[in-house]
């Protein structure tokens, strides 16, 4: 059982998951085994831990500095959360210095797909959006003048940096209400957002990387999501 889940994990991590629903009737026995994946999944091109080449298994710490170049890619999991970090990406892990748990991240430039706990607060910074997030899926680009937002499924708190009264607090189940949260001067910080740039496909990698499904995807024949957020 375990090698089944690790041989489907590493074709998932390295793009080579089947269709969704494929993938998710594939999932119901590997996750049986209940293991967690740890520290780097994937390293696609120039990826880098606090400049130093990312290789799988090296993990991902609080106070690290993770940098993706043009072409490249980092998958990982630090504690109970997994990340995709698109290309041109850099993102400050915070928490406890050294620490494997992470309670916040600060996205600098680019795009990052994340699945986080449910019941952990965390909080997820750009130049432009403060967002609190308990237990979600949340997927973060950084444009010129703009943060989007999708709170793919779950809660997270929705903040404009430029102006503290500008707060929406989203609640979803599939990408319902994405957002983008603009700089100071616009007439509207907060606006409503299509999806773009991450798929369903993506986040049941990484929930899978630690041992979960997204709650848009329950279990084959059973009415209940795993995520249980």
Not at 63 to 92: C, H, K, Q, W, Y
Request: proline share 6%; net charge positive; with cysteine.
């Amino acid at each position: 059982m375990r090698a089944e889940r690790r041989r489907w994990l590493r074709g998932a991590a390295a793009g080579a998951a089947a269709p969704l629903a494929l993938a998710l009737a594939s999932l119901r026995a590997a996750l049986a085994s209940g293991e967690i994946e740890k520290g780097v999944a994937r390293a696609r091109g120039d990826a880098r831990i606090s400049g130093a080449p990312a290789r799988q298994g090296a993990d991902v710490r609080a106070g690290d500095i993770v940098t993706t170049g043009p072409a490249s890619e980092l998958v990982f999991v630090a504690g109970r959360d997994a990340f995709l970090v698109r290309a041109n990406t850099r993102v400050e892990v915070q928490g406890e210095k050294g620490g494997l748990v992470v309670s916040g991240l600060r996205l600098l430039t680019g795009a990052m797909l994340s699945v986080f706990a449910p019941g952990e607060a965390k909080r997820l910074q750009t130049q432009t959006a403060i967002i609190g997030i308990r237990g979600t899926g949340i997927y973060v680009e950084i444009e010129p003048s703009r943060t989007y937002v999708c709170t793919c499924y779950g809660e997270a708190e929705i903040e404009a940096a430029a102006d503290p009264s500008a707060r929406e607090t989203v609640r979803t189940t599939h990408h319902d209400q994405p957002r983008f949260v603009m700089a100071k001067g616009a007439p509207q910080m907060l606006m409503a957002a299509p999806v773009i740039n991450h798929t369903d496909a993506e986040l049941t990698m990484l929930e899978a990387l630690v041992g979960r499904f997204p709650p848009f995807a329950p279990w084959p024949g059973e009415d209940r999501p795993l995520h249980g957020y």
